[in-house]
């Protein structure tokens, strides 16, 4: 049975990010990157409608070790996913992505110090077994295989085209044609003014607002200090730059929400018509952060509204009709497509059931350590971006960390680490501290944080990088052992042989 030292799941953002970090920083790990479907990019290879874009800056979405080149800020779908196979192509990483991949189960086993990793081809439905040393989850928390979707009344009898975001058809006609899309997210947000620019009648209906803000596509401060900077000293500062702008917005936001939630809506009002009704449709019942703050590049969706190919309608949908919706109050839309752009679903791990020791674990009873490994669950982590900045802040950092980890193992010669607490980690809360619908649905199914470091999650790029670059590994916490040789001598991780290092000892 094949034997590796380090098993990746998923080729996306972060899993490029992993195979970039272990390359650089454990040049003796023999690794392997399952990807469940047949190509690089993950979330970004997965959705495909009109205008999908970032809702985060590249120069901080994009990586550190290969800065993003191009002037947009927030850049489109298609250009993001180039980049990243770009980037797993220059690294070599792409080498190492065994595709058509996905992990089912692992098992860890304290006798031998090895997860039993249960895989099958997507692609064949052939089932793949083997182990490994290290289990490190990149596959998100989104659910690939569905999205969200409310069981709306009367959506049997509707005659026309009923399309998820998640799943946009290739063909779709849109020019000319009456669209409705259900949601006020940021699917959403994006996909209203793209309709419109291609030529559709858009009403986007909305249940309740988000908040909406505009941020220009170019960003003049980055846009000078690359003009004025050699890369190599630019693509610190800009991502710095953005980093610390995002995240003292997000501390203003916390701190002062009346104001920050002044400001918000005074930028809607001057973009749009005079008289346009801001209380209704774009004054949200709660404070700013407390769910994800919608950026529109150049105030795209604010244009499209003034050009009147879009309208925006705040009630509750009564029910489907054969033409389109009925709403609360009474009002009929005709549409021949309707978009629900109803939200995403969470899945933890990509859905991997986990046993330690024959024991199944329910990762909504554990703690996480640092945000990015289960309390009591040896040789396990994994990477979940902020909510309030750049997912890929966070998971360069947890690879990194990850990296450090398995050195201090090599030095040490230990072939198990576990974060363990003795004392009081506080009370327990979600992971993801918002209120959006999404994290509210999938709360039994998502691990907690406490209220003491290192259980507590952050959500702050400054503690995160003092915490996990800088601070030692051996904290207390982790627990560091050999299990396995209590029984037998075991090589270390990542310990070379004449016949090829770990996989020799198997």
Known sequence: MEELDVLVVGAGLSGIAAGHALLEHCPWADWAIFEARGAIGGTWDLFRYPGVRSDSDMFTLGFTFHPWDRERAIAEGADIRAYLQETARRFGIDRRIRFHHRVLAAEWSTETARWQVQAERTDTGEPVELTCRFLLGCSGYYRYDQ????????????????????????????????????????????????????????????????????????????????????????????????????????????????????????????????????????????????????????????????????EVVTDEIETFTPEGLRLRSGRELEADVVVTATGLELLFLGGIELRVDGESVDPATRLTYKGMMLEGVPNLAFCIGYVNASWTLKCELTCEAVCRILRTMREKGATCVTPVHDGDPGPARPLLDLTSGYVQRALDRMPRQGSRFPWQVHQSFLKDYRAMKLSPVEDGVLRFSAPDRERAEAPLVGASSASGGVRAAS
């Open 147 to 310: 999205g969200y979707l409310p069981a709306f009344p009367g959506m049997a009898e509707y005659r026309g085209q009923l399309v998820h975001p998640q799943f946009w058809p290739e063909d779709l006609p849109v020019a000319g044609r009456r669209i409705c899309v259900i949601g006020s997210g940021a699917t959403a947000m994006t996909l209203v003014p793209a309709l419109a620019e291609r030529g559709a009648q858009v009403t986007m209906v909305q249940r309740s607002p988000t908040y909406v803000t505009s941020l220009p596509a170019v960003d003049p401060v980055a846009a000078a200090l690359r003009r004025r900077f050699p890369t190599r000293l630019s693509a610190p500062l800009v991502r710095w730059y953005k980093a610390l702008t995002t995240q003292g917005f997000y501390r203003l936001s916390r701190r002062w929400p009346g104001l920050v939630r002044r400001m918000l809506l005074e930028q809607v009002r001057r973009q749009l018509p005079e008289g346009y009704d801001v209380a209704r449709h774009f004054t949200p019942r709660y404070d700013p952060w407390d769910q994800r703050l919608c950026v529109v590049p150049n105030g795209d969706l604010f244009a499209a509204i003034r050009s009147g190919r879009v």
